[in-house]
C-alpha cells in the first residue's frame, strides 16, 4: 500500500449534490506536499475565473486499504476539505467544513496527466 497515493498527480473531481453539485474541481498534488486547486466549471463563487488559486495549502493522506484513501487539507479561506476517495469505483465523498459550516458531498473522481505533463 503506498502511503501517499496522489503525490505528483493531478486528480479531477465533480460533485453530484451539495452546494457545489455540477461543479469540477482540479487538485495538483506537489511533490512537496502542497496541493495547489482550481473549479473547471460550475458556478465560481471565488471570483477565481477557473485559474489555479496560489493557494497552496498541505495536505495529508491517510491510506484505508489498497483502493481506498483520505486527503484533507485547510485552505487560507478557512474552509477544510477532506474527502474520501475510492479508486475502484472512482466516487469521492467530500466534507467541507469551517466555523460556521459543515456540508456533505458525493461524486466521481479521475486521475488525469499532472499539469506539467501538458
Known amino acids: 500500500m503506498t502511503t501517499d497515493p496522489v503525490?505528483?498527480?493531478?486528480?479531477?473531481?465533480s460533485y453530484e449534490d451539495g452546494p457545489t453539485a455540477g461543479t469540477t474541481f482540479e487538485h495538483d498534488f506537489g511533490e512537496d506536499g502542497r496541493?495547489?486547486?482550481?473549479?473547471?466549471?460550475?458556478?465560481?463563487?471565488?471570483?477565481?475565473?477557473?485559474?489555479?488559486?496560489?493557494?497552496?495549502?498541505?495536505?495529508?493522506?491517510a491510506p484505508i486499504n489498497d483502493d481506498v484513501f483520505a486527503i484533507s487539507y485547510l485552505a487560507p479561506s478557512g474552509f477544510t476539505l477532506?474527502?474520501?476517495l475510492d479508486a475502484e469505483t472512482g466516487s469521492v465523498v467530500s466534507f467541507a467544513?469551517?466555523?460556521?459550516?459543515?456540508?456533505?458531498?458525493?461524486?466521481?473522481?479521475?486521475?488525469r496527466e499532472p499539469a506539467s505533463q501538458r
Do not use: C, I
Open 7 to 13: 503525490r505528483g498527480k493531478t486528480l479531477r473531481w
Open 82 to 84: 477532506t474527502s474520501v
Open 35 to 61: 496541493v495547489q486547486y482550481r473549479m473547471v466549471d460550475g458556478a465560481d463563487t471565488s471570483g477565481g475565473n477557473g485559474s489555479m488559486k496560489n493557494e497552496r495549502p498541505k495536505y495529508v493522506v
Open 97 to 111: 467544513s469551517n466555523e460556521k459550516s459543515l456540508v456533505v458531498q458525493h461524486g466521481t473522481f479521475e486521475v
